[in-house]
C-alpha cells in the first residue's frame, strides 16, 4: 500500500510539499517512487533558478523510466539536496525523508490534500 502522509500538500502528477516560514520543501510522492521503479539518477537544478508552477523542476532517471517532476508552486530554488546525486536510490527508500529541492515560495499552484490524493491513486 502507498504511503500518503497527512500534513503534506500534493500534486495530480504526483509531487508533495510542505511549507515552513515561506520556504517550500519538495519532493515525489511514494506512488511516484513506486511506480518508477529503481532510481538511477536525478538531474537537480541550480540554485537561484526560478520556476512557475507547471515548470520541469527536474528530471529523475529509473531503470525503467525517465519522468519530470514539476514544480508546484511559483519560487526560487534555495537549496538542493545534494546528497541525491551520490545516491539517488534514497528516493526509493524514503520518498518523504529525501526531499529534492527548497523553494522560497512566491505562489502555491492547485494542491490536493492527503485525503484527496489517496483518492486520486486508488
Known amino acids: 500500500?502507498?504511503?500518503?502522509?497527512?500534513?503534506?500538500?500534493?500534486?495530480?502528477?504526483?509531487?508533495?510539499?510542505?511549507?515552513?516560514?515561506g520556504i517550500a520543501t519538495v519532493g515525489i510522492t511514494d506512488y511516484a517512487q513506486s511506480q518508477m521503479t529503481d532510481i538511477?539518477?536525478?538531474?537537480?537544478?541550480?540554485?537561484?533558478?526560478?520556476?512557475?508552477?507547471?515548470?520541469?523542476?527536474?528530471?529523475?532517471?529509473?531503470?525503467?523510466?525517465?519522468?519530470?517532476?514539476?514544480?508546484?508552486?511559483?519560487g526560487e530554488i534555495t537549496e538542493v539536496n545534494?546528497?541525491?546525486?551520490?545516491?539517488?536510490?534514497?528516493?526509493?527508500?524514503?520518498p518523504y525523508g529525501n526531499w529534492l529541492v527548497k523553494m522560497k515560495v512566491e505562489k502555491e499552484g492547485e494542491y490536493l490534500t492527503a485525503e484527496q490524493y489517496r483518492k486520486l491513486i486508488q
Open 1 to 21: 500500500m502507498t504511503n500518503v502522509p497527512d500534513g503534506l500538500k500534493y500534486t495530480k502528477t504526483h509531487e508533495w510539499y510542505k511549507v515552513d516560514n
Open 40 to 74: 538511477v539518477y536525478v538531474d537537480l537544478p541550480e540554485v537561484g533558478d526560478k520556476k512557475k508552477v507547471g515548470d520541469v523542476l527536474l528530471t529523475i532517471e529509473s531503470v525503467k523510466s525517465a519522468e519530470d517532476v514539476y514544480s508546484p508552486l511559483t
Open 82 to 94: 545534494q546528497e541525491l546525486t551520490k545516491h539517488p536510490e534514497n528516493i526509493n527508500k524514503d
